[in-house]
């Protein structure tokens, strides 16, 4: 079965510095790997994704991950948080279900909590 | 970009009264639609999967009879919580798959939710 862990609940950074938002996977085949942020009462918007290629992984709002496979991680990156980033922070999995790729299997989410 | 809207986004409702949720598609065709819950603090809990045209998928534990799924056209997909209860008090989210089966990298687009209280 495909699933994804967030070790972490919750995350602390003061604004300015590094963010890292844990993932690792467990999957039978090619990992598709993607990260969303949730902010409250909202939907999920997509932050970025996995396929294939690169490791490094550039996304929306200066967010990148990094895919290692021999740890099976993808950790969510930020070199400089902002206040504005703290929000709820998903890691999810691609199944293939029947013929369709449309499933995703998330984490359990980490809350990210930058202060000024 | 694609854009999908969920209506309505709060809602409140009286215990063994009926509530639907609309979700649409508004700039693409949508064959695939997924309906997600969450509780508070929680991750996504896929209920169904809906297609087009045909019986939405429930996943397992889900109450096909309590939560009906309907999936008319290629832009709207509904979700219509019968005889609410308090315990249904929550926070539901649409999804759509645009294209036809999708591929692997297929982008995945949310509704912004809505909230269920149930009295």
């Known amino acids: 079965a495909q699933s994804v862990a967030q070790p972490e609940d919750q995350v602390n950074v003061a604004e300015g510095n590094p963010l890292t938002v844990k993932c690792t996977y467990s999957v039978s085949g090619n990992p598709y790997l993607f990260w969303y942020v949730q902010y409250p009462n909202r939907g999920l918007q997509f932050l970025l994704k996995y396929i294939t290629g690169d490791n490094l992984v550039k996304g929306s709002y200066g967010f990148e991950a990094e895919f290692n496979k021999s740890q099976t991680s993808f950790h969510l990156k930020k070199p400089s948080a902002l206040v504005s980033d703290s929000a709820l922070y998903f890691c999810a999995v691609r199944v293939l279900t029947g013929d369709s790729w449309g499933k995703l299997q998330f984490g359990a989410g980490t809350q990210v909590v930058v202060t000024p | 970009g694609a854009v999908v809207s969920q209506h309505p986004s709060r809602v409140i409702c009286k215990s063994g009264t009926s509530v639907k949720i609309e979700c649409r598609s508004l700039d693409f065709q949508a064959t695939t639609m997924f309906w997600y819950r969450q509780f508070p603090k929680q991750s996504l809990m896929l209920m169904a999967t809906?297609?087009?045209?045909?019986?939405?998928?429930?996943e397992q534990g889900v109450e096909k009879d309590k939560f009906l799924i309907n999936h008319a056209s290629l832009t709207l997909s509904t979700l219509t919580v019968t005889s609410a209860h308090p315990e249904d008090s929550s926070f539901y989210i649409c999804?759509?798959?645009?294209?036809?089966?999708?591929?692997?990298?297929?982008?995945?687009?949310f509704g912004n939710g809505t909230r269920l209280t149930v009295t």
């Open positions: 809906s297609n087009e045209g045909s019986k939405a998928t429930y």
């Open positions: 999804s759509a798959l645009a294209g036809a089966r999708g591929t692997y990298n297929s982008p995945l687009h």
